[in-house]
């Protein structure tokens, strides 16, 4: 696969917690078909965080988008119809023993760099919660 050979998938998902299955799934079927199967475990962890806040937070719709840049970098958002920023990654030391709130921190250990941005769907107001993983 050439290095600046780029891709972009998105897979839109209703309210439902069993998405995230299907979420998972997905990304690991497009990470291996482009050749990049040592970024699965990671990048379903990452993507699992991410949409599981997106459909656990929020009543409407969300979406996972998955894209390669030129640079080599794999992006994994999730977008979701809550406009408000996401809460700040609490340190996993301080939440290892907890069932929530690992999220934000587990991208933040997980990921080279992540953000959010104000974003627009379905008509919708929202955010997508972001993050980079390097390919190569």
């Known amino acids: ?6 891709w972009d998938y998105t897979l ?16 690991r079927t497009i990470l291996t078909l482009h050749e990049l199967p040592g970024l ?7 993507a699992t ?5 997106a459909v656990r937070h929020t009543k ?10 030129p640079q080599g970098l794999v992006w994994i ?20 023993d907890l069932e929530e709130g690992r999220g934000l921190g587990l991208v933040t250990a997980c990921a080279d760099y992540w953000g959010w941005q ?7 107001r929202g955010k997508y919660v972001w993050c980079e ?3 190569a």
């Open 133 to 135: 993983l390097a390919a």
């Open 1 to 6: 696969m050439p290095e600046s050979e780029t």
């Open 60 to 69: 409407g719709p969300a979406a996972l988008r998955v894209r390669r840049s």
């Open 77 to 96: 958002g999730a977008w979701d119809t809550d406009p408000a920023p996401p809460p700040p990654p609490q340190p996993l030391g301080q939440v290892v």
């Open 40 to 46: 699965a475990d990671t990048a379903e962890l990452l």
């Open 12 to 27: 839109y998902i209703p309210n439902d917690p069993r998405a995230v299955t299907v979420c998972r799934r997905t990304l």
């Open 49 to 53: 965080e991410l949409v599981s806040n």
């Open 118 to 124: 104000p974003s627009a769907r379905f008509g919708d």
